[in-house]
């Protein structure tokens, strides 16, 4: 029964992640109830991303797996009673209108840079990644939680990024809300005694964790690295678990990556000596603010 494994795995301070249902949240939740170390609570958002998590995550409760609208707080707020710490693997997620890919095949036959368009699955980006976002920090806040760890995304300093154009017309300026968040949440901890750990993947890719060299940078420096590699969404996850257990981790913002002179990352001894090669460096919120 699955209640049964799962009382024995419910030892240690209550871990919620929200955005559970993801291709990260997922692996997040299954490495934490892996350790055994954690009451791990888990926020989706619908019965079929729940369905979906309990067969990844087998040893999880199912009354620990919590549905909800992140743009709405009030059918999320159960979620982040007596939590200790949050790990947000919360974003909007780009959907690629299929026309756009015979214009932007002709494009390239004529040397034109005719772009691919997108729309989104679910919210937009200042929906979910900004007020979604921050009702999330705000609830962490309120539940009196110790830290919030948030998987957010590099090229934050870049006016020019990609990412920026998914969407209608200019685009939807995902990465700009998700920065806008993320210094929302700076500002929230400096006024009380919660802390926030914001980790900056680069490309990601779904290979197996624990054998790509990863590194770690600050505002977008890893992509002047050559070569540089996408990282795996294990990776992401085992540095997202292992911070919990880091003081050098609290109130730090950082970039993840995979260069050539990275080590793999399988142990907290692992993340501690890729974090200490920054020597306290921090991302700089004063380069490319948002508006």
Not at 61 to 80: C, Q, R, Y
Not at 114 to 126: A, I, N, Q, R, V
Not at 172 to 187: G, H
Request: hydrophobic share 35%; net charge positive.
């Amino acid at each position: 029964q699955r209640g049964v494994p799962a009382a024995a795995f419910a030892q240690g301070r209550r871990i919620l992640v929200t955005g559970a249902g993801g291709r990260t949240g997922s692996i997040v939740v299954e490495k934490l109830m892996k350790s055994g170390r954690y009451d791990v609570r888990a926020l989706v958002h619908s019965e079929k991303s729940k369905e979906a998590l309990l067969k990844r995550a087998e040893m999880m409760n199912p009354k620990n797996v919590l549905i909800g609208d992140i743009e709405d707080k009030e059918s999320i707020k159960k979620a982040f009673a007596g939590v200790s710490a949050v790990i947000v693997v919360t974003s909007a997620v780009p959907k690629l209108k299929l026309w756009s890919l015979i214009p932007f095949m002709l494009g390239k036959l004529l040397r034109k840079n005719w772009k691919l368009k997108f729309s989104w699955k679910g919210g937009k980006p200042e929906q979910v990644d900004w007020e979604g976002q921050k009702t999330q920090f705000e609830l962490a806040d309120e539940g009196k939680a110790k830290q919030v760890i948030v998987v957010s995304t590099m090229t934050g300093t870049q006016k020019d990024s990609f990412l920026n154009s998914i969407g209608e017309g200019d685009g939807d300026k995902i990465v700009m809300w998700k920065r806008k968040a993320e210094m929302y949440l700076i500002d929230l901890c400096s006024k009380g005694k919660m802390k926030y750990t914001i980790i900056h993947p680069g490309g990601l890719s779904d290979d197996e964790g624990g054998q790509a060299k990863v590194t770690m940078g600050v505002d977008d420096e890893l992509r002047e690295v050559k070569p540089t590699y996408r990282i795996p969404r294990a990776d992401v996850a085992t540095a997202c678990v292992q911070a919990l257990e880091c003081k050098e981790a609290l109130d730090r913002s950082i970039d993840l990556g995979s260069t050539d002179d990275g080590q793999t990352l399988n142990s907290q001894e692992d993340f501690q000596a890729i974090l200490s090669k920054l020597e306290g460096k921090n991302c700089d919120y004063s380069i490319n603010p948002p508006p």
